[in-house]
């Protein structure tokens, strides 16, 4: 895999998930902890970013306008009930460990599950000329599930970086990563994924 082809997507890296307060935090710390999430994340951005990839940050932000067309059901309607992901608020920050730098992407208009809908995703990859989506986040079987499942229709080459992303328990999140990534490209640690990528 070429670093100079490659886009990491860093999914929903945000307060309200990620950080004790969050108003989603609750339900993810046990897999956050087990997984070693964040300090993977952190890591896999860094050398990312050391080999020439190009590194995307994708958050969530909850647009009431949107859903006056769509049906808000299921889980996004429990994020609006939960009042989570508000644009200007501290739980919709991307948290401070994985702050875009210089170079990084941040992806706009994100308020459903995959990462490509209603956003500018598809536009920076193409301008970037990337053939591979490399996908760290959460949920891993909602939000990260999606985005591969589009990437891979769209003709980029899949990889799930499974040590980077957590579920809401290990059941869910084995089931994504033995199940439907296989299908949909592979599904590597950071430190595999960081030995393949060529300079």
């Known amino acids: ?8 997507v860093l999914i929903e890296f945000q307060n309200d998930f990620c950080k004790e307060g969050g108003k989603l935090h609750d339900g993810l710390k ?5 997984q070693n999430t964040i300090p993977n994340a952190m890591k896999l951005a860094e050398e990312a970013r050391k080999k020439g990839a190009m590194v995307i940050h994708s958050p969530f932000v909850f647009n009431e306008k949107y859903f006056e067309d769509h049906q808000m059901q299921g889980i996004v309607k429990a994020v609006a009930d939960g009042d989570a992901f508000r644009e200007g608020s501290w739980g919709a920050e991307i948290i401070e460990e994985l702050k875009p730098q210089e170079g990084d992407e941040v992806v706009g208009g ?22 591979n989506v490399v996908i760290g986040g959460f949920l891993t079987n909602f939000c990260v599930e999606s ?15 499974k040590d980077a992303t957590a579920a809401n328990s ?16 592979q599904t590597l640690s950071v430190d595999q994924f960081i030995s393949q990528l060529e300079e």
């Open 30 to 34: 046990g897999e956050l902890a087990r």
């Open 170 to 185: 290990e059941k869910e999140q084995n089931h994504s990563e033995q199940k439907i990534f296989p299908l949909l490209g």
């Open 110 to 131: 994100k308020c459903t599950l995959c990462g490509f809908n209603k956003t500018n995703l598809d536009e920076l990859l193409k301008q970037g000329n990337i053939k």
């Open 1 to 8: 895999m070429k670093a100079k082809e490659t886009a990491v």
């Open 147 to 161: 985005t591969a499942r589009t990437a891979y229709d769209r003709g980029y080459g899949v990889t799930v970086i």
